[in-house]
C-alpha cells in the first residue's frame, strides 16, 4: 500500500466515524475533502472545457468569475455518500474518489443544473496545456490563454 492509499483510508476511517449525523455531512464532506489536498489527495482537476464556457471566457478576456468547476455524473456528495456507506468497496475507494475528482469548466447556467447531460459540448484541453492553476476558480497563464483562443478557432 502506498502513502497516499494509506492517508486516504485513514481519512477515510475517521470521517466514516463520525458520519452518522445527516445535518453534519456538508460540513463532513468539505472537510474530508480539505483534508485529503492536504495531503495531496485529489483537487477537482480540470479535465475540459464545455464550448459555451470557452466562448464566454474569450468574449469577456478570461473574466473567470463567468465560469464554474463543474463535476460530472456523479456529484460531490452522492461521492462522499457512495464512499462513507460502504457503497464503493474500502479498497476501490480512493480509486473511485480519484476517478469522480475531475471537473469540467462550465458556464453559471450549465453548473446550476445537477448532472452534465444539458452541457454544451466538452472539449479537452490540448495535451501540452500543462496544469490549470486555481482551486476554486481556474487561472490560466498567457500560453494557455493563446491555446485555448486557437481551441475555439478550430471548433468555430
Known amino acids: 500500500m502506498n502513502n497516499k492509499q494509506t492517508k486516504f483510508l485513514q481519512t477515510l476511517d475517521f470521517f466514516a466515524s463520525v458520519y452518522g449525523d445527516a445535518n453534519q455531512r456538508p460540513f463532513l464532506q468539505t472537510s474530508f475533502e480539505q483534508a485529503l ?23 469577456s478576456d478570461f473574466d473567470m468569475s463567468l465560469v464554474k468547476r463543474g463535476h460530472g455524473a456523479v456529484t460531490r456528495s452522492e461521492r462522499f455518500e457512495a464512499i462513507m456507506t460502504g457503497a464503493v468497496a474500502r479498497d476501490q475507494a480512493l480509486a473511485y474518489y480519484l476517478a469522480n475528482d475531475t471537473t469540467t469548466l462550465v458556464t453559471a447556467a450549465e453548473n446550476a443544473i445537477n448532472g452534465c447531460d444539458h ?25 494557455q490563454k493563446e491555446l485555448l483562443i486557437a481551441q475555439r478557432e478550430m471548433v468555430i
Open 37 to 59: 489536498k492536504s495531503f495531496d489527495i485529489g483537487n477537482w482537476e480540470v479535465v475540459g472545457i464545455s464550448a459555451k464556457a470557452l466562448e464566454v471566457l474569450i468574449d
Open 119 to 143: 452541457w454544451s459540448e466538452v472539449l479537452p484541453f490540448p495535451e501540452d496545456f500543462g496544469e490549470i492553476k486555481g482551486s476554486f476558480r481556474a487561472y490560466f497563464n498567457k500560453r
